[in-house]
Each structure stands twice: as structure tokens, then as C-alpha cells.
């Protein structure tokens, strides 16, 4: 499986805007109507990846411990769905009921919204605060499919606390790690 690392958006940098369908709701979202008042989480997902499956546990658990605190959050596929059919939306909605995702789960079919972020793998994150700037993108945690360490959302869970509690975000920020997005 091919180890592709996050790409390191700067900072500060403000939150593309986007407008998808949502794979487990019969609505469109958009990034004003998903974010939270004290941040928001972006994530970038699959329903195939290993790395995604590895972790989408814990990734609903910190959707779960965090939402009630004023963080939004939201998962996005961008894969091409031609080539990789298990990631087609209809296959999404069943991934949400599986894994008990309640969050909305959108899908980019043009690509777009993947190309704007700068999202290179699943899982891909981005914490955005208040005013809708980066300040956290990178992995979960130390954690891989074949490596040994205890899945526990160290890195992402520091970095909402850090926002949370007015804090200075951890640095330095380590890339995620996962399987590349499908481009078409």
C-alpha cells in the first residue's frame, strides 16, 4: 500500500469554500453551514483505504467527544469513482451506517474541493479555528496499519484542546500518512 504524506498548507491559511452533496443526509453543505463555533475539522477520507479503516473508529470518537464543545466536522471523499467504485456515494451512505458516522460525509466529484485544500492522502486533516484559519493539519497520531501503536487521536486531540483552551498548537505538526487520492 503506497504511503503518500499530507501536503503542509501554511498556517493561517483561510478555508476554501466549498458546496457538496452529503452521502448520509439529502442535503448539500457547505463549509459556513458545517464549522463550529470554536473550529472546525475537515477530513479526507475514503471507504477503502486502509489507513481510513485503521483509524475511522477513533475518528468518530473525536467527532463525537468534540462536536458537543462547539467544533464542526465533516469528511470528504475526492476519489475517482471510475476507477475505484467502493467509493462511489451510494457506497458511502453504507460506510456512515457501519462505522456510525453522523457527521456529514461529502463527496467531491470534481475534485475541486480536494485540489483547494491541497488534500495528497486519506486520511487527510485540517483544524480550522473560529475565524475559519488553519491552524492543524497532519495526522491523527502516531499510529499506522502495521506498525504496532495504539490508536489514541494524540495529535488531532492536542490540537483541539490547544484551540479550545486558547493555547498554542503543538509544533512541529507531523504530515498524515495514507494512500493518495484517486485523481482522475
Not at 463550529?36 to 475511522?56: M, S
Not at 462536536?67 to 471510475?82: H, T, Y
Not at 486519506?122 to 479555528?129: A, E, G, M
Request: aromatic share 12%.
Amino acid at each position: 500500500m503506497a504511503q503518500t504524506p499530507s501536503n503542509m498548507l501554511p498556517i493561517g491559511t483561510k478555508a476554501p469554500k466549498f458546496n457538496l452533496p452529503a452521502t448520509n443526509f439529502n442535503e448539500s453543505f457547505t463549509f459556513d453551514t458545517v464549522k463550529g463555533k470554536k473550529g472546525t475539522v475537515v477530513v479526507f477520507i475514503c471507504n477503502h483505504c486502509p489507513f481510513v479503516l485503521h483509524v475511522i473508529d477513533e475518528i468518530v470518537r473525536i467527532a463525537n467527544d468534540y462536536r458537543v464543545q462547539g467544533i464542526g466536522f465533516v469528511a470528504i471523499s475526492s476519489n475517482d469513482i471510475e476507477k475505484y467504485p467502493q467509493d462511489a456515494p451510494d457506497k458511502m451512505a453504507g460506510f456512515c451506517l457501519k462505522n456510525h458516522i453522523d457527521f456529514p460525509y461529502l463527496y467531491d466529484e470534481t475534485q475541486e474541493t480536494a485540489k483547494a485544500y491541497d488534500a495528497a492522502c486519506t486520511p487527510d486533516f485540517y483544524l480550522y479555528d473560529g475565524q475559519d484559519k488553519l491552524v492543524y493539519r497532519g495526522q491523527l497520531d502516531d499510529s499506522r496499519p502495521s506498525n504496532g501503536i495504539p490508536i489514541n487521536g494524540y495529535d488531532l486531540r492536542n490540537a483541539i484542546d490547544a484551540l479550545m483552551f486558547n493555547r498554542k498548537v503543538n509544533e512541529p505538526q507531523k504530515p498524515s500518512i495514507g494512500c493518495n487520492i484517486k485523481w482522475k
